[in-house]
């Protein structure tokens, strides 16, 4: 009787009991991976990736392009997202290569050499951005202002972000995370402070053809007048952004 009463229990136990958050939920593995370099696990807190790759929809077997990687923050959280039935493009421009400082994009290629077999680094014109399979998300964070910038070589935006247009499946979705400039502004202060006018990406991306779908407001910081260069001490790391999301019509 004993025997039967402790089976029974166990198997209760057994019914009732429900797997970790961590391994139900892809964002929650990837943010937790030992591999990521304790520099990018402190800045989390105020880059709150989880909210926003949920905000993306990115989810297992998707693929994704980084629109100009960096350093690297957001590459193995997505590769680790996409699992290995998925892909992660990280886009360097070949204008980038050719006028910035190495250091400005080692951190994604040194990714790229990690036992990732579903990442990879992409380096092409930024007007010729081009893909090996559709993608279902082109992921921008921080740099869409970059685009206007002389770094760029003068390119032609309109067609840089017509690339990513074609890049995308239909249906695809095109993210775009970037400090914001005072309202009005347009791309006035995107060579000077590193900033660019919400509205000034909306347009541009609807002048291609994306339908605009919303925003997360989950980087925004009213304390921040719009005045300051991203990299100042005083504001840097808290400058207040926004997070919107296009989509290609299916």
């Known amino acids: ?6 089976a029974g229990i166990a198997g209760l136990l057994v019914l009732t009991c429900t797997p970790s958050s961590a391994a139900t939920d892809p964002v929650v593995a990837a943010l937790g991976d030992k591999s990521r370099p304790p520099a990018d ?5 105020l880059r709150h990736p989880a909210e926003l790759i949920r905000f993306a929809g990115i989810k297992r077997g998707d693929r994704v392009a980084d629109y100009f990687p960096g350093g690297g923050y957001y590459d193995r959280i997505l590769s680790d997202v996409v699992g290995p039935k998925g892909r992660v493009y990280g886009f360097i421009p070949a204008e980038m290569v050719r006028n910035c400082d190495p250091s400005e994009f080692a951190g994604a290629r040194a990714i ?17 951005f081009r893909v ?7 992921w921008s964070s921080q740099n869409f202002h970059d685009l206007y910038d002389k ?3 003068r390119a032609d935006v309109g067609q840089a972000v017509r690339a990513v247009f074609r890049a995308l499946r239909p249906g695809g979705t095109f993210i775009v995370i970037d400090h914001v400039a005072e309202a009005g502004s347009g791309i006035r202060d995107t060579e000077t402070l590193h900033r660019i006018d919400p509205a000034a990406i909306r347009r541009q991306a609807e002048a291609i053809g994306f339908v605009y779908e919303g925003q997360s407001d989950v980087l925004r910081n009213p304390a921040d007048d719009h005045r300051l260069r991203v990299f100042d001490p005083r504001i840097r790391g808290r400058t207040d952004q926004v997070a919107l999301k296009f989509r290609k019509p299916a």
């Open 41 to 45: 696990v402190a800045r989390d807190r």
């Open 112 to 128: 790229a050499t990690e036992r990732r077999g579903n990442f990879s680094i992409l380096e092409q014109p930024l007007t010729a």
């Open 1 to 6: 009787m004993k025997l039967m009463l402790m």
């Open 132 to 138: 090996p399979q559709q993608l279902d998300v082109v």
């Open 151 to 153: 770094f760029m070589d």
